[in-house]
């Protein structure tokens, strides 16, 4: 049951003018996962994100929210999304109460307790009845929140959801995402470019750069992925910047720390041993004295998102 | 469809929570009451004695008595016989006992014996029996009277109008022996000649003192209630101004708060929201003209009144009056002038979807008021004909009414037309623009 797919892009298409913005996206979320949406700044998650709301009409492709199109049956769609698109930004003259009255009475819900069984979820009971303008921005967020659940949707967007959110309140958030997707099988859809969190967030990720799909990964497949990935050793020598001369690496596969003489080395994981061997030999060979290689084990979601984002062309602008 | 209705519940709830509408709505409030209580001040209260026939004026008679006792007519004895009569029967000349009386006073007699005392007598007789029209049919017969009131008396006994003197019959047989006199007799004269001759005749014969048709826009009256009302239809203009405010509002202020996002991400068309909302403005618009209505309804009857007058709306279709209720009149130009109020705050409203700004919605909506008036009062003094055909050429539709177009060839259909179908333009764009935006 948990397998079914709630959100499925197909072949998405948009241009802003004669620019691309997106090319033939295609993405699955299923029910019960917690899916992160990753790229880099200006990657188009933002923008695929409106298209599944219908805030954006695409050019070509489609997006059927549990089986149904926007295209043919876009209310129908709509009814199975609760989505923050950006900043929670609600009607600030009004009480968060009477915000999500805004929203019950657009959803066709009449029941006052079913609002007051969400705003006691996302933890806002006591201060509901006062207006959104004094709300700090991690109440503006819970309201946010709220609001997206108050329809009980099947599919839940939060574009960058974390934005401004403390650390408990990231933590808090983590956990009634986690909660909502893995007790209550909602398919939630989180976007970031923050992969601390999605590292801990997410049970699958979709990672997008540049208008393009790059593909779709469970975390731990990602985190083990070898493949034409990239490790990193660290040297330790007594001077640095010569034996980053000496090294043989392209300057952007080696960082030099020249205070602590350590070198920073990001290899390809195919012939690991032989091109460390072939550095160190290197390194020795300049008149180098080297003291220590070590490799870094734990390599983080952030190297590979990285590894796999990484414009080599560009000089790092984006485009 | 009670889906719809639950989405205006949001949009009034949004307008009446928002800071400045309160502000918004006492400042009209204010302009509302500023202007009935000057209008009530400014108008001239009649005294309720003033319509009726001035009391017996003992002094007016000595004056008469004097300069025909120091006159040496050749009946100077009977004609103070006739005034010491009507003194001590306190017939005024206002009555019209009084005033055929004093036709005897006022002729000049050759003879002593010309005057005629039988005569005298007949008519003191119908005078004390209150028979005025046995008197004038008498007096038509046996009298040499003066051309005009020979004519007045005529018309009176023919149309079975009491005579009053200085009341509004007598004024309404002065137009209409003036319309008459214009022509120079009978035959000539033209439809709309007959036409107010047939109205001013029925208000005689109902005893209608008040055409309430008469009160145009560029005939004001304001000393009676329907006077009174009918001008403070003005007050429309403030109403618009308030109206166009929240109609300009009512769009881009879910773009300058961004809480479009939050609108648009439910699981309704974009149509139906932006219809809720122009159907909210429009509900809120005619809810406030029925109040302003209704209040300046009151302040006039209250503060003005009816002097007792009677009105009623006159008008000639083929020859034939048709008697509708002042109240009619009323609402008619009412419901004509806010025609303008309606297309500016859909003008208003249609703007707000395109930008992003209120206030640059509303200020637009301003600056295309000025300038579209500006451009369409040039186009008239140079005589193009063909901008009849823009908005601010029909916006002033009680004018229009009145014959005061700015173009030839205009009229309250043609500008009724005219404004319906700017309406509809707006309507179309804004909900196409809306449908298309990218949030
Ligand atoms: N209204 C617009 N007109 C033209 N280009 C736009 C518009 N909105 C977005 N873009 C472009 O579309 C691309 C994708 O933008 P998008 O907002 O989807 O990025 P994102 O992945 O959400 O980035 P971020 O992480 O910074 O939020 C960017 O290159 C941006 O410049
Ligand atoms: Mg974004």
Known sequence: MNDSVVLDIKDLCKNYGSRAILRNINMQCRAGEVFGFLGPNGAGKTTTIKIVVGLLDKDSGDVQVCGKSLKTDFEGALRNIGAIVENPELYKFLSGMDNLKQFARMRGIDDINKINDVVRFVGMTNRINEKVKTYSLGMRQRLGVAQALLH????????EPTNGLDPEGIHDLRNILKNLAHEKGICVVVSSHIMGEMEQLCDRVGIITNGTMVGTYTVDELINKNTGSLCTYEIKVDDAAKAAQLCGLDDKCCTVDSEKNILLCSITTENEQDSIADINSRICAGGVKLYTVARQDKRSLEDVFISLTHKTEGDGQIE | MSRFFKLVHNEYTKIFKKGGTAAILILMTIVVIVFEILLCATAEKRDSSDGMAPAWSEENYNNFYNSIGHSNDAAKAHKLELLEYMKNNSLSTNTWGGNLLMVYVNHPYAQQEDFPKDEVARIKEYIAQDDWKGCYSYALENTDLPEDMRWEMNFRAEHNIKPQMNDHTDSLIDKIRGIQADTGGKGALTQSQKDKIAVYTYQLEHDITINVADYTISESVVEN??????????L???????????????????YSQGTIKFLLVNPVKRWKILASKLFTVMTLAFVLLLIVFIFSGLCASLFIGANGQKAAWLTVTDGKVRESSALAFIIEQWLLQSITLFVLVTLAFSLSTFSRKSSVAIALSIVCIFVGNTITSLLAVFECDWGRFLLFANLDIRGIAAGESMFYRQSVGFAVFVLVEHMVVFIITAFDSFRRKSV
């Open chain 1, 152 to 159: 009980d949707p099947k599919l839940l967007i939060l574009d």
């Open chain 2, 225 to 234: 209630t329907w006077g009174a009302w009918t001008f403070s239809s003005g």
């Open chain 2, 236 to 254: 429309i203009y403030v109403v618009a101004v308030a109206m166009m405010i929240f109609a300009g509002n009512i769009v881009a202020n879910e």
